[in-house]
């Protein structure tokens, strides 16, 4: 906020005690306390990473594919493709919205579902999409099927921002076995399957808005095929938080309950991993996991003061030389600087 002088028109030429009285008791001198020798007033430039939920894996007899990455937006301190501009953010109160990550599918009830979106101020991260058998458009595309065809991918950057939010899952194999594919992320495409094997998730993005280096939303890996010939391999999950799928036969080294893999990350938009194959096993075993929860960071000069709430999200000094405060939201809140 800025210094807003009263303009007082004096009629008659001569000053007065009213007038001056008027002047005294202005907003800008009396309630904000300017010329007293305050500390620092807006607008402050405000350093952003907003990351959404990530897709849901998804579950087939033969194998599920991977969840695509929630959408990434950020200002700075990540790969120079990827940076948008910095806000200007006066004193007030400013709501931030974390999504969600999508549920993964099971074969009794369960569906699969996209990301939830991450919202801060002008920003707007879409959630990932989820793994279905064409594949879901999102922040980052949900993976396809083995069985549909190789144009079958769930697209990124749905709606499209610039930079560029997301990249598209892993098309389909066009065969009636084998394995899925991955989900897309921040930096890379997902996958197709090859054979029995499920597809890669794509790699998110490295950034240093808090002063250490983390890798945010990474794509969910496809599933391995069930034994239609050796048992199929889950693919690589994209790094930064991605899950990796499950492997064929409704087995899987992470999680003998959860051919999927355990989820993507909380706070990365990381996508869940699609099922491993049940041909041969119980297929109540084969779920795709659900994606990871985003987060939202918010980086301020250091003679902001900055608070948050609730008391689950966090203010700390940068990590570094930089005198900078860091708000870290992982549940919806109130960023406020006053």
């Known amino acids: 906020m800025r210094d807003h002088k009263l303009n007082i028109s004096n009629v008659s030429g001569k000053s007065s005690k009213k007038n001056k009285s008027k002047r005294r008791k202005g907003f800008g001198y009396q309630i904000l306390g300017f010329g007293t020798g305050g500390g620092a007033r807006g607008p402050f430039a405000a350093n952003y990473l907003v990351v959404a939920g990530g897709g849901g894996g998804s579950h087939t007899h033969q194998s599920g594919a991977g969840g695509g ?13 990827l940076q948008g501009s910095a806000l200007d953010l006066d004193i007030g109160c400013f709501c931030v919205t ?5 549920n993964g599918a099971d074969p009794n009830s369960q569906s699969t579902q996209n990301g939830s979106d991450s919202v801060f101020s002008s920003i707007t991260s879409t959630g990932g999409g989820r793994a279905v058998d064409e594949g879901a458009n999102g922040g980052s595309g949900g993976g396809a099927a083995h069985n549909r065809s190789t144009s079958c991918r ?21 065969s009636p076995t084998g394995g899925s594919g991955g989900g897309g992320g921040a930096t890379q495409s997902g996958s197709a399957g090859s054979g029995n094997s499920g597809g890669d998730g794509g790699d998110g993005a490295p950034n240093t808005i ?36 499950g492997n064929g036969n409704g087995g899987s080294a992470e999680n003998a309950s959860n051919p999927g893999g355990n989820g993507g990350t909380p706070g990365t938009g990381g996508g869940g991993g699609g099922s491993g194959g049940t041909v041969g096993a119980p297929s109540s075993q084969a779920k795709g996991s659900p994606g990871g929860p985003g987060v939202v ?3 301020l000069p250091g003679d902001a003061c900055v608070s948050v709430s609730p008391g689950t999200n966090t203010v700390s000094a940068c990590v570094g030389p930089a005198n900078d405060k860091v708000a870290r939201f992982t549940v919806t809140g109130v960023l406020t600087i006053a």
């Open 98 to 102: 974390v999504g969600a990550g999508g």
């Open 210 to 245: 808090t002063g250490s280096d983390v890798t945010y939303a990474g794509g969910g890996s496809g599933g391995g095929s069930g034994p239609q010939g050796p048992n199929g391999q889950a693919g690589d999950a994209g790094a930064g938080g991605g899950s990796r799928g």
């Open 154 to 174: 769930g697209l990124g950057n749905t709606p499209p921002t610039t930079p560029p939010q997301g990249n598209n899952g892993g098309p389909g194999q066009n």
């Open 69 to 81: 990455a929630g959408g990434y937006r950020a200002s700075g301190f990540g790969p120079s493709p």
């Open 297 to 299: 960071i918010v980086r």
